[in-house]
Antibody, heavy 119, light 110 residues
Framework: EVKLLESGGGSVQPGGSLRLSCVAS????????MDWVRQAPGKGLEWVSG????????YYAGSVKGRSTISRDNSKNTLYLEMNSLRAEDTAVYYC????????????WGQGTMVTVSP | QSVVTQPPTASGTPGQRVTISCSGS????????VNWYQQLPGTAPKLLIY???QRPSGVPDRFSGSKSGTSASVAISGLQSEDEADYYC???????????FGGGTKLTVL
């Protein structure tokens, strides 16, 4: 069964840092580009960042560029999102997501991990 | 700032046909494929339509996607109560070099 399992969410103060992880199983991880997508409470979906299968290409939304780093360890089937200088507006459920190809759709979503930024 | 716009709400009665629109610009919908996602309450999103018009296996043929110029839409025919969900379009934006989601449309089955 294809699965994505996120972890690393929690409560953090403004200005703090967090590293989210996503462990993939059931498919050949390095074949697939991956994304992070977030959803603030009661709000819509927002694409955060993406990375190619080999990790060479990375992309960021303007809202997190310069504050976040996406990476992957294909030997551990794990995707990461390191977030720094966190703000209240970063509060959201963060979903790990598998892409059909680099420019394609998200075909598999994780269950999400909640990040709360508050004093 | 590039924006992709959806109506915030849509509704229909069981058996009806409902269409949800997604309006963008030449830097996104006008030049890239559009994908659609369905999010049932309390769950992660699910891929509904990809590459403008394609249905993943397991998605009923009641769901169909279309695109013309800088607008796209998803149509749901034979509306059922289990279709009540939030629907999002998503498209790559060449100017922003990133993916844009529409604001989402909450579909209510009356």
């Amino acid at each position: 069964e294809v699965k994505l399992l996120e972890s690393g969410g929690g409560s953090v103060q403004p200005g703090g840092s967090l590293r989210l992880s996503c462990v993939a199983s059931g498919f050949t991880f390095n074949y697939y580009a991956m994304d992070w997508v977030r959803q603030a409470p009661g709000k819509g979906l927002e694409w955060v960042s993406g990375i190619g299968g080999d990790g060479a290409r990375t992309y960021y939304a303007g809202s997190v560029k310069g504050r976040s780093t996406i990476s992957r360890d294909n030997s551990k089937n794990t995707l990461y999102l390191e977030m720094n200088s966190l703000r209240a507006e970063d509060t959201a459920v963060y979903y790990c997501a598998r892409k059909t190809d680099d420019w394609g759709a998200i075909d598999i979503w994780g269950q999400g991990t909640m990040v709360t930024v508050s004093p | 700032q590039s924006v992709v716009t959806q109506p915030p709400t849509a509704s229909g009665t069981p058996g009806q046909r409902v269409t949800i629109s997604c309006s963008g610009s030449s830097s996104n919908i006008g030049s890239s494929i559009v994908n659609w996602y369905q999010q049932l309450p309390g769950t992660a999103p699910k891929l509904l339509i990809y590459n403008d018009t394609q249905r993943p296996s397991g998605v009923p043929d009641r769901f169909s996607g279309s695109k013309s110029g800088t607008s796209a839409s998803v149509a749901i025919s034979g509306l059922q109560s289990e279709d009540e969900a939030d629907y999002y379009c998503a498209v790559w934006d060449d100017s922003l070099q990133g993916w844009l989601f529409g604001g989402g449309t909450k579909l209510t089955v009356l």
